[in-house]
Each structure stands twice: as structure tokens, then as C-alpha cells.
């Protein structure tokens, strides 16, 4: 009980110091614009995408935490959890040498973002659904699924300001988000938790590579020079 207090202290600091900066990647607070949409630059856009990220990786990685000890307060340990059934299908692989990263396009970083936010949109939404069902579940939890929903559907959006900015109108065809809702469906609860779970367990992976490709596009667009991950 004490180990979960002080990791909700903990959560709740974090958090909230990152939402005190951090509102919609597109955004203005800072300005009047008098009913006249708002012009932001490039860098800012970026660096509030990044920020986004970083944020929804951080919930993401608490939520497994407190999906874990609710599972030990449940009597389940190590719950196996089938990545190729759960997680995303469409494999976006992060460069791992510099080779690679010289060779891959702009357009490309844009894209695999954007797939890998919009496959998780529906499944989170879900699992939000899910957990205000749960008899036990912990408060801290369903508060981080609902923030996790809101950031990444925000996060979306700016990803596609972005697009256009970048590339210009036209410069990505767009598809629909894939339909995942079939990939959820379970009326046995041990099922249900094992399916939230590994909603949760799979996002916080793909959360580490959004943040990563765009912190790639950004010091690729902005700093132009020494763009590693090495």
C-alpha cells in the first residue's frame, strides 16, 4: 500500500508539472488572436510534438506499473501476454544504424508517426471504457488511461499540421486509421483484463518509438546537423 502511495505522489508531480506546458500541439495559449486562427512556427510545433510524446510515453510506462499492481492485488503473476496478436500489425521499425537514418525521408518519419498513432486511438479508447467496469481498479490508473486517450487523439492532430506544413497539402495521402475493434471484443473477463493489459504493455512500446522518430524529425528540421540516436 505505501509503494503504491508513493508512486501516485510521484505520478501525480510529474504529470502535472508536464501539463502545466503542455496543452494541444497546435495550441495557442500565449496569444490573442482576436478569432483569427493562430500562426505558429515550425520549431514550436515540433518541440510541443515532442513534448506530447514524451508525456504520453511517461503515462504509458506508469500505467503498466499500475496495471501490474493491480494484477499481484488480483492473485496474477506474470500474465503472458502474445505480442503478435496484441500489438501494432504494422511493423515501424526505428532506424538502429546511421546509415539507415541518412536514407530515410522526412515523408517517411511523418507516416510510420502517424500510423502508429492512429492504430492506437480506437484500442485506448477501449481500454478507458474497459477499466471504469473494474471493481477494484485503482483511480490513478483509469485517470492515466483517460489522459492517455485525450494526448494521443491531440497528438494526431498535430501530427497532421505537421504534415501539411512540412510536406504541403497533398504531400501524404492520409488513410483512415485501421479498424481494430474486432481485436477487442471479449465477454470473459479474465480475457478482458488479459486484453487490456496487453493494450497497455504493447502501447508504452510504440509510445518509445513515437517519441523517437520525432525527436529525429525535429533536430532534423530545426538543428540540420549531428541528427543521431547514437
Known amino acids: 500500500m505505501k509503494k503504491t502511495t508513493v508512486l501516485q505522489v510521484c505520478m501525480v508531480f510529474v504529470v502535472c508539472s ?39 510515453h511517461h503515462i504509458a510506462e506508469e500505467s503498466k506499473l499500475l496495471f501490474d499492481e493491480m494484477l499481484i492485488s488480483f492473485g496474477v503473476v506474470n500474465l503472458h501476454i502474445s505480442e503478435g496478436t496484441m500489438c501494432s500489425p504494422k511493423t515501424v521499425s526505428v532506424p538502429m544504424s546511421k546509415t539507415e537514418i541518412q536514407q530515410i525521408s522526412d515523408k517517411w518519419l511523418l507516416h510510420s508517426v502517424l500510423i502508429l498513432v492512429q492504430f492506437w ?32 487523439t491531440s497528438l494526431e492532430q498535430g501530427i497532421l499540421v505537421l504534415i501539411r506544413q512540412i510536406l504541403g497539402e497533398g504531400g501524404l495521402v492520409v488513410e483512415g486509421p ?42 532534423r528540421q530545426i538543428d540540420k546537423e549531428n541528427c543521431s540516436l547514437f
Do not use: W
Not at 504493455?201 to 522518430?213: E, G, M, N, S, V
Open 18 to 56: 508536464l501539463q502545466a506546458v503542455i496543452g494541444s500541439p497546435v495550441d495557442c495559449p500565449d496569444q490573442d488572436t482576436a478569432g483569427v486562427s493562430c500562426i505558429i512556427s515550425l520549431e514550436k510545433l515540433l518541440e510541443r510534438a515532442v513534448q506530447h510524446a514524451e508525456l504520453i
Open 178 to 219: 485501421e479498424d481494430t475493434s474486432d481485436h477487442f471484443v471479449s465477454s470473459d473477463t479474465f480475457e478482458t483484463v488479459r486484453r487490456d493489459y496487453s493494450v497497455i504493455y504493447c502501447f508504452r512500446k510504440d509510445a518509445h518509438k513515437i517519441q523517437t522518430l520525432l525527436k529525429l524529425l525535429k533536430c
Open 121 to 152: 486511438i480506437n484500442p485506448l479508447v477501449d481500454v478507458q471504457a474497459s477499466l471504469m467496469n473494474y471493481q477494484n481498479a485503482p483511480s490513478a490508473l483509469v485517470d492515466r488511461s483517460k489522459l492517455m486517450s485525450t494526448k494521443i
